[in-house]
Nanobody
Framework: QLQLVESGGGLVQPGGSLRLSCEAS????????IGWFRQAPGKEREGVSC????????NHADSVRGRFTISRDSAKNTVYLQMNGLKPEDTGTYYC??????????????????????WGQGTQVTVSS
């Protein structure tokens, strides 16, 4: 069975950094587009970043571009979200999601939940002084 497990969340002060991990089991991550989403209490889930499968590239929401970086480690079958310069508004539960896109050359779309078939359980990120 396909499974995604997020980790790396925690409590940090504004301006701090965290690296989130999304480890895939039961499938080869290289052929899947991976998206990161977040949801704060009482708010809608919003897209953060995504990285395409073979033939595509990364993309980011305007609110995090320049601060967040998404990357793939094929050997570890893991996608990372490096978050720098964290702000209180970055607080929320962060989810990774996967969609089979094979050799597609299209750039992934940020924030389109319907593009994804598989979801992790989430990891909490709190940015507060």
């Amino acid at each position: 069975q396909l499974q995604l497990v997020e980790s790396g969340g925690g409590l940090v002060q504004p301006g701090g950094s965290l690296r989130l991990s999304c480890e895939a089991s039961g499938f080869t991550l290289n052929y899947y587009t991976i998206g990161w989403f977040r949801q704060a209490p009482g708010k809608e889930r919003e897209g953060v970043s995504c990285i395409s499968s073979i033939g595509g590239g990364p993309n980011h929401a305007d609110s995090v571009r320049g601060r967040f970086t998404i990357s793939r480690d094929s050997a570890k079958n893991t996608v990372y979200l490096q978050m720098n310069g964290l702000k209180p508004e970055d607080t929320g539960t962060y989810y990774c999601a996967a969609s089979f896109t094979g050799y597609s050359q299209t750039t992934c779309r940020v924030g389109y939940s319907s593009d994804y078939n598989y979801w992790g359980q989430g990891t909490q990120v709190t940015v507060s002084s």
